[in-house]
């Protein structure tokens, strides 16, 4: 059973940074891509960043320019490094693992931006 594991959610004031990590119970490799989604209440889950097998990277319109996302293959980890944050960007945000079709979520971790 894949297991991912969230971390380093919470609040944050606007303009401020928050890294997220998801541990992976497998090799990173294993999938097609690793990455984050976030949900916002009573909004749809939305693709904030992802990173494929060979380390192309993807982005929401929304975070262009203010997250990244990088991998440590050793540690089986991807993580997202969230700068400049806004109020908007509160959501709970729920790392996904893909092998094609098949998907695997996170339990979900919160982010709150608020002054």
């Known amino acids: 059973q894949v297991q991912l594991m969230e971390s380093g959610g919470g609040s944050v004031q606007p303009g401020g940074s928050l890294r997220l990590s998801c541990a992976v119970s497998e090799n990173i490799f294993n999938f097609n891509a690793v990455g984050w989604y976030r949900q916002a209440p009573g909004k749809e889950r939305d693709l904030v960043a992802d990173i494929n097998v060979g380390g192309r990277t993807r982005f929401g319109d929304s975070v262009k320019g203010r997250f990244t996302i990088s991998r440590d293959n050793a540690k089986n980890t991807v993580y997202l490094q969230m700068n400049s944050l806004k109020p908007e960007d509160t959501a709970v945000y729920y790392c996904?693992?893909?092998?094609?079709?098949?998907?695997?979520w996170g339990q979900g971790t919160q982010v709150t931006v608020s002054s």
């Open positions: 996904r693992a893909n092998i094609l079709s098949r998907q695997y």
